[in-house]
């Protein structure tokens, strides 16, 4: 069973932000028929929407600084290099979600907004 922990945010459609790396376990997972399950406490949640189209609009980027260390100066200034942070895992690649208050599918994160927030306090 493969096991996430470190998932930034549970978007309202059920995929979530995670860190770099993560969309491939989870293509990897359901590749080889391995459940994926998020642990990840409520707060998590927010009613942010995204889509695989949508990924680089929510990712944010480090300096990839420590990352070309080493590389000869003439290949660096032909390099164009995109260091991001996070990324969009879509809810067709994660199997359960396990929080403070049990655990859910993806399908049903629309409906635990709905109970734990107030439409208003969608947009702060």
Do not use: W
């Amino acid at each position: 069973m493969n096991l996430f922990s470190g998932t930034h945010d549970i978007l309202a459609n059920g995929g979530l932000k995670a860190i770099t790396g993560a969309n491939v376990v989870a293509l990897a997972s359901k590749n080889y028929s391995v459940p994926l399950v998020v642990c990840a406490s409520m707060h998590k949640l927010t009613p942010k929407h995204c889509s695989s189209a949508d990924n680089e609009a929510f990712s944010q980027f480090a300096s990839p600084q420590e990352s070309l260390r080493g590389i000869d100066g003439e290949l660096l200034s032909k390099l164009n290099t995109y260091n991001p942070i996070f990324e969009y895992v879509p809810p067709e690649l994660v199997t359960l979600y396990i929080s403070n208050m049990g655990g859910h599918a993806p399908s049903y994160v629309y409906r635990l907004l709905s109970e734990l927030y107030h439409p208003e306090d969608y947009e702060l």
